[in-house]
């Protein structure tokens, strides 16, 4: 055979096999669906990413929602929205507001959907709350120390919708609220939610409190430890963890006079809702030592929960009047902390 006819038999060949392998359908790569995102125009291709975002931020929301509310279900629906349920109730969140935040957020998502999320809480709490109904929540129902700041921010957060407000002394204030089981959320029992339970706001109340009265008595752990500073007295200081909102409760003074042996009132120091500090009345020599320390405490915190002192005496709180001399001094000695550790019962 000449080179010249064996070329040519050649050439057929791979032509015949490049025909067969266009219109034989022999590979798997063939037919009208294969590598379509190579025909896509830019904006098709814009359209499918933001899609494919837009389902993994949605995944993300879930699972953000899922951690910090456990006791409320999640599910996805597209677009862009997430849907949360919980006592016969469901509210339909679409994330849509916050999409152009999320594409600049560079791996920093969480933030802004939390942030978005904690500013939906409170409708769907509200919508739970009128649908469980007084009686469900009583046993879920607490106190909470607030100021006027504090009270003033919560109604404006609840769309100018006034919570139940109970007032303790001039600027401390403390609400109802209710506490979801299995969460460190709460929500404040609004009037109009008080009306929908067609129950008194009184009612409403007591029952807080006597929640918190149960927990108290119930409670076999420390509730506060004492501190004696030598030739200057003791001061006692809530344990921690525990609440101020202690404070309401006449079991508490009479709690902290019986472990001191004393029939005394209390001055309290209240700069936080975890912090409370007590001192006897009549120990003025030791009250004129702290108050200065307490007043400077004070000063260098954002958000005080209460910068003055309060008398406890017989279930009635209320200011304390009493200013301590100029030219009172600081201790000579440091405090020796007894290891004592009173638990109430």
Not at 11 to 23: D, F, I, K, M, Q
Not at 122 to 148: S, T
Not at 250 to 265: G, I, N, Q, Y
């Amino acid at each position: 055979m000449s080179m010249r006819r064996f070329t040519t038999i050649v050439t057929g060949v791979v032509v015949l096999a490049g025909l067969a392998g266009v219109g034989g359908g022999c590979s798997s790569e063939t037919g009208p669906d294969s590598h379509t995102d190579v025909f896509q125009t830019a904006s098709e291709a814009a359209t499918a990413r933001r899609a494919k975002l837009q389902r993994e931020w949605l995944e993300l929301a879930s699972r953000i929602a899922n951690a910090e509310r456990p006791d409320v279900k999640t599910r996805t629906v597209d677009p862009f929205s997430l849907v949360l349920s919980a006592d016969g109730v469901e509210q339909t969140v679409d994330l849509t507001p916050i999409s152009e935040k999320l594409a600049y957020a560079n791996g920093k998502e969480r933030e802004p959907i939390r942030a978005f999320l904690a500013e939906r809480w409170p409708e769907f709490d509200r919508a739970r709350l009128k649908a469980i109904g007084f009686e469900r929540a009583r046993g879920m129902l607490m106190p909470y120390l607030v100021n006027m700041k504090q009270t003033e921010e919560i109604t404006s957060k609840a769309g100018a919708r006034p919570p139940v407000t109970n007032p303790v002394v001039i600027d401390l204030n403390w609400l109802p609220v209710v506490r979801w089981t299995g969460t460190t959320a709460q929500t404040p029992v609004e009037q109009e939610v008080a009306q929908a339970w067609n129950a008194p706001a009184k009612q409403i109340s007591d029952a807080a409190i006597e929640n918190l009265r149960k927990a108290f008595v119930a409670n076999d752990r420390p509730v506060f430890e004492t501190t004696d500073l030598p030739g200057q007295g003791r001061y006692g200081t809530l344990r921690s963890g525990a609440d101020a909102s202690v404070i309401l409760l006449p079991e508490f003074l009479a709690s902290v006079r019986k472990a001191w042996k004393t029939t005394d009132d209390l001055v309290l120091f209240v700069p936080s809702r975890n912090s409370v500090n007590m001192i006897e009345r009549k120990n003025e020599r030791l009250l004129n030592m702290m108050i200065p320390q307490w007043s400077k405490r004070v000063g260098q915190l954002t958000d005080p929960l209460i910068g003055q002192m309060i008398l406890d005496g017989d279930g009635v709180l209320s200011l304390l009047n009493y200013a301590p001399p100029t030219a009172a001094t600081k201790p000579a000695t440091a405090p020796a902390t007894t290891n004592r550790v009173y638990i109430v019962h």
